[in-house]
C-alpha cells in the first residue's frame, strides 16, 4: 500500500452509520463507489481498495471509535465521505523536510517591520534601533503614544536570529503602528523566563528567532477539524549545535485550544517522527533532528501528547540537553 495506514486518524462515528457504511463499502462495485466518491480522482483504483480495507472488520479498531453516546448519526453517506477525505489528504504525502547550508533565506519577516507613527516617532524608534544594534546600550524603553508610558521594548538579545528585537509592552497601543514585533503576552513572558535561562544549554551554540505567520516560510502541514490542509506556525524556532549533531525546535507558547494542538502535534509527527521516533536528516556533515514543544504553565494533556508540554523553562533546557546527552 502505498498509503502508510498511522495516517489516517481514528474517526468517531455512531454504530448505526458504519455498520451501513461497512455495508456499502463492502456490497458494491468499484465502478459504484468510483462514480459516488471518485470521480476524476487520480489513483482512484487504489484509494477504493483502501476504502475497503478501511471497512474491513479486523481494521475496526484501528479506524474506528463507535460513540455510544450519540443519539442520531450523519447516515452512511456522510460517513463514507468522511473516510474518502481522510484518504485523498494523505494519499501521496507531499511535503518532505530539506536542511541544507544552501536553503534560501525562509526567515524574513524582519526585512519589512512597518511603522505607521508620525515622522519624529519614527525617528525616534530609528535611532533607539541604531543605539541598540550598535551595541551601545542593551536596551531602550520608549513611548510611541502621546502618553508618557512605556509601550515598546528594543532589547539585544544575543542569541536572537537578528538583533535588536521589539517587543510590544503596552499591546494596545502598538497595535495596527508597528507590524511584526513580538507582542502576545505569552509570548513575551516566554522571552523573559528563556533570558534567566540562556547559559544552562549544554551545547557549542544555540539561537532562536521569532515566526510571523504567512510571511516567514516555515511552517507545520497539518489537517484542522474540518479535516482540510492548514499550516501551523510555532511562534518560536531554536538552533542548536553540538559537535556533528544539529537540533532544530518550535516552540510554541500560545495557549492553544486543545484539541487543536493534537492536530497540529499530528501534523508535526507525520513530518518530522517515524513509528513516534524522531527522524534523523541529514545536512552537509551533520545529524539533524526536529522536536516541538508547546509551552503553557497551566495546560493539561492527554497522556499520549504529554511528552510535548512543557511547563516552565528548565524543563526545555533539560528536554534540549538530554537530547544531546543520549544516544543520537
Known amino acids: 500500500m502505498l498509503l502508510p495506514w498511522q495516517y489516517i486518524k481514528q474517526l468517531s462515528v455512531y454504530e448505526r452509520d458504519y455498520l451501513d457504511a461497512k455495508s456499502v463499502a463492502e456490497n458494491t462495485s468499484d465502478e459504484m463507489l468510483y462514480f459516488m466518491f471518485f470521480y476524476k480522482s487520480k489513483y482512484a483504483r487504489v484509494k477504493i481498495q483502501l476504502l475497503r480495507e478501511i471497512f474491513n472488520e479486523n481494521n475496526k479498531s484501528k479506524f474506528f471509535v463507535i460513540d455510544h453516546s450519540r443519539k442520531t448519526g ?83 538579545f544575543e542569541e536572537h536570529y537578528y538583533v535588536p528585537v521589539l517587543e510590544a509592552l503596552n499591546r494596545e497601543v502598538v497595535r495596527n503602528k508597528i507590524a511584526d514585533l513580538i507582542k502576545e503576552p505569552s509570548e513575551i513572558d516566554f522571552l523573559n523566563e528563556l533570558r534567566s535561562a540562556s547559559n544552562k544549554f549544554d551545547v557549542d551554540w544555540w539561537l532562536f528567532s521569532k515566526l510571523v505567520e504567512r510571511k516567514d516560510n516555515i511552517y507545520i502541514p497539518y489537517l484542522d477539524k474540518d479535516d482540510q490542509e492548514a499550516r501551523f506556525y510555532p511562534d518560536f524556532i531554536f538552533w542548536f549545535k553540538k559537535g556533528n549533531r544539529y537540533l532544530v525546535v518550535f516552540v510554541d507558547p ?75
Open 254 to 328: 500560545k495557549g492553544t485550544e486543545h484539541v487543536d494542538a493534537e492536530r497540529k502535534i499530528d501534523g508535526f509527527e507525520k513530518l518530522f517522527t517515524d513509528a513516534g521516533i524522531p527522524k534523523k536528516f541529514y545536512a552537509e556533515n551533520y545529524e539533524v533532528k526536529v522536536r516541538l514543544f508547546l509551552y503553557n504553565k497551566q495546560h493539561e494533556s492527554s497522556k499520549k501528547y504529554a511528552n510535548y508540554w512543557i511547563r516552565i523553562i528548565d524543563e526545555l533546557v533539560k528536554r534540549i540537553n538530554s537530547e544531546f546527552n543520549n544516544e543520537w
Open 74 to 156: 450523519i447516515g452512511w453517506y456522510y460517513t463514507i465521505q468522511r473516510v474518502v477525505k481522510a484518504i485523498e489528504n494523505n494519499y501521496g504525502y507531499k511535503y518532505t523536510a530539506l536542511f541544507s547550508v544552501d536553503d534560501e533565506e525562509h526567515i524574513n519577516h524582519y526585512k519589512r517591520i512597518l511603522i505607521r507613527l508620525p515622522e519624529d516617532k519614527v525617528q525616534h524608534v530609528k535611532e533607539a534601533v541604531d543605539e541598540v544594534y550598535g551595541g551601545r546600550k542593551g536596551r531602550e524603553f520608549l513611548s510611541v503614544s502621546e502618553s508618557s508610558g512605556i509601550d515598546l521594548l528594543i532589547e539585544f
